[in-house]
């Protein structure tokens, strides 16, 4: 199975800043939260069909999928499985960066 997932978060990034000289600069991010929201699908494909009992199978097995806080939905036939992910998206960046101006 292979996809993608897509998000947009809207956030705030705080942080300071120091020249270290005549041309570095040390940039200093603290903390940055984000959140915001995502979906995605994830889909499989096979040449052989399968059988009533596997597709029952492969559907208990994604439905079984814990993921906290985010809706899916799944979708088995014959030749296809289709998982689509939808819900909430978080984070948190922070990071030191060294800079050179000319």
């Known amino acids: 199975m292979e996809g993608s997932i897509k998000s ?3 956030g ?3 942080g300071a800043q120091w020249k270290l000289g005549k041309n570095f600069w040390l940039d200093w991010q603290i903390l940055g939260p984000h959140y915001g929201s995502a979906n995605g699908t994830i889909t499989g494909k096979t040449n052989i069909a399968l059988s009533t009992s596997e597709r029952t199978s492969l559907e ?5 999928i ?4 985010i809706r899916k939905n799944v979708v088995v036939n014959p030749t296809e499985a289709i998982l689509n ?3 909430p998206w978080a ?3 922070t990071g ?5 101006s000319f």
């Open 85 to 87: 992910l939808q819900g």
């Open 96 to 100: 030191v960066s060294l800079g050179f």
């Open 91 to 93: 984070g948190l960046r």
């Open 60 to 64: 208990n097995a994604l439905k079984d």
């Open 12 to 14: 705030l990034l705080i």
């Open 66 to 69: 814990a993921i906290p806080f």
């Open 8 to 10: 947009n978060t809207f």
